[in-house]
Each structure stands twice: as C-alpha cells, then as structure tokens.
C-alpha cells in the first residue's frame, strides 16, 4: 500500500545521504554558457490559502542530466506558474510533473511546441486519474517558456499569461482560454455545456475558465488541450513576464511596461545600493505590490526572465526625453514574428 509519509522519509534520507557525499568529494560543476537573470515573487494576498505553483529551472538540462544527449545540445530554461482553483493538488502537480512529461515527448528536439502541448495534455489526463481515484475536484491554468537558443516557446491552459516585452514594447504572443473567448464559446456550446454571466463569463455557471489541468468533474467542457506560440529571438527583447490572472486582471501589459520602467530606473539612480528594492531581482516585487495597489485580492505569481542584462534594459526604455520611462510603441501592442498554433 502506498504511503506517502514513508516515501518521503526514503527521499529524505537520499538526499542527505548525496549531500554528505558532495561534502567530500563535490564533483565538478557544469557552467551554463548562457545566464538570464531572473526574479520571482508569489503572495496569497487576501485569500485564504495560497493556491499558485511556479517552476523556475534557469538550465533544465543540467538538472535531469541531459548535457551529452544529442538532441538537447543547446540550454533549455523552464519557466511555468501554475494557479490552482478547488484547491492545490493540482497545481502542485503540474509543477511537479509537468517538466518531465515534456522530455519524455519524442518531438521535442525537433518541434518544442508541439511537445509542450502535448506534456499539457499528458499532464492532464494523468491528473484526471489520479482526481477521479482520490475524489479531488481541483485544476489548474498554467503558462510554460521554454527558451532554446534564439527561439521562445510558450504553451497555456486558462488565463495565466506570458508577456514579451521587445525594445520597451509589450509584444502579444498568447490569447488567454476565457468562456467569453468567441471560439471557446462556441466549443462549449457544441459539446453540450453553456456559458452565462454570474459576476463573470463562467462554464456552465461555475468557472470563469475555459481550459484548465484538472477539473474532472467540468469535461469535457473544460478541457486541457493546451495552445501555443513560438517566437524567434533576435536580440532586442528585454525580458518575459510571466504571471497568474490576479496580476493581469488588475495590470494591463502598457502598465506592466512603465512599472517596469520605472523600477528599473530606479535601480540605475539608486547604484550600489543595498537595499533589495533597488535591484532589478526586485522587479517581479514591484509588479505585484502594482496589482494589489490596483485592486487584485487574488493570489498572485510573477516571474520575470531577463533576455538581456537589466542595465541596458534601463539605457533603451528608460532614456532621457520620455517622462514616464518608456519609449512610444508603434502599433500599441508591439508586434514580432510569431506562430500561434493548438492541436
């Protein structure tokens, strides 16, 4: 019979057993060849339990040993946050299983994409299993990066979302899963469900999502299939933002933008100083303390991926003759050469 707490006590032990180990003979360490700076911040804000998951793993490949496997020569960083609903089981699966599932997928050496959904929809239905045997009713959105060499690839379930920001300008590459979506709509609709207003769009008057990981009870109308989008990289981006629907209900992507901006400056003004606030690893800090400000009472998770050094972010959007730190954007959102795809 499986349990739990003597799995754990096993895992334990193997792991001080590998510490103690490493404390005599420390093998050697593997140096990335390319470093992105990061910073992260998660709150439970106003609600009552913390339900977000997130994974950061700046060189996946030296983390599950795949450095000298042929088709994963170029670095591998992960990002995902996971917001869960009915509660944490399912987000704290995603982010456990989630990452795993996509280097079992065969295709993704050759099509990161694709392989991103369909670890989604692995990821999915093996939680859907397990919910059904131990009567859990929780899911999860969820948003996955995948950055390899010049190519970003992104997959989302719900309304979790990525924001590539390029030369200072919020650049679109994902339309979140929400029930008023047109097209989800009507996929709901065909399959038998509905969506009303009850505060929000929600699926059959219960979740304002229409695709999530998990929410066994809701399929197919809520289903995990996830989507897509793959953007090359060409040396102008700034970073990539990455956050749950409690940042982006109350932060528009503009905003997001001269937050940044303004943060970033900040730093430049401040120099050495000591203080955390002053640094760009307290960006993602400063974003959410924007959406609590702007009202979110909601959980709330943003990971920002430096796709260049911070200082020259500050020289490029926040220069001189823009009071408010951030360069006009030509066309509002930004634009780049991106595909969208869904299976």
Known sequence: EYDAYKLARVVCNCVREVCEAWLDDLPPLRTSPRHFQTSLHAVKNSRRKMEDRHVVLPDLNALLGLE?????????????????????????????????????????????A?????????TDRNFVQKAVRENLRSGT???????????????????????????????????????????????????????????????????????????????????????SASVRLDGTEDYLLLACDGFFDTVRPDEA???????????????????????PAG???RLVTAARDAGS??????????????????????????SDGVKPC???SGSGEEEEEEE
């Not at 694709?114 to 692995?122: D, G, T």
């Not at 001269?258 to 640094?279: I, M, N, Y």
């Open 141 to 227: 959105t969820g948003v996955v990066a995948l950055v390899r060499g010049d190519m970003l690839h992104v997959a989302w379930l719900g309304d979790s979302q990525a924001l590539l920001v390029r030369d200072g300008c919020p650049v679109e590459i994902m339309t979140p899963h929400k029930p008023e979506r047109e097209d989800e709509k009507k996929r709901i609709e065909a399959l038998g469900g509905c969506v009303v207003w009850f505060g929000a769009w929600r699926v059959n008057g219960t979740l304002s999502v229409s695709r999530a990981i998990g929410d066994a009870d809701y399929k197919p109308y809520i289903c995990g299939d996830a989507e």
């Open 68 to 112: 000298d496997a042929e088709e994963q020569q170029q670095q591998q960083t992960y990002l995902a946050v996971f917001d869960g609903h009915g509660g944490v089981e399912a987000a704290v699966y995603a982010a456990t299983h989630l990452h795993v599932n996509l280097l079992q997928q065969e295709m993704l050496a050759r099509d990161p």
């Open 283 to 285: 960006l993602a800090q």
């Open 257 to 279: 933008v001269s937050v940044a901006a303004a943060h970033l400056r900040k730093c430049r003004d401040a120099g050495t100083a000591e203080d955390e606030g002053c640094r």
């Open 297 to 322: 009472g909601d959980n709330i998770t943003v990971i920002v991926l430096f796709l260049r050094d911070p200082g020259t972010v500050v020289v490029d959007v926040a220069g001189p003759g823009h």
């Open 114 to 122: 694709r392989a991103l959904r369909e670890a989604f929809s692995l």
């Open 330 to 332: 030509r066309g509002g």
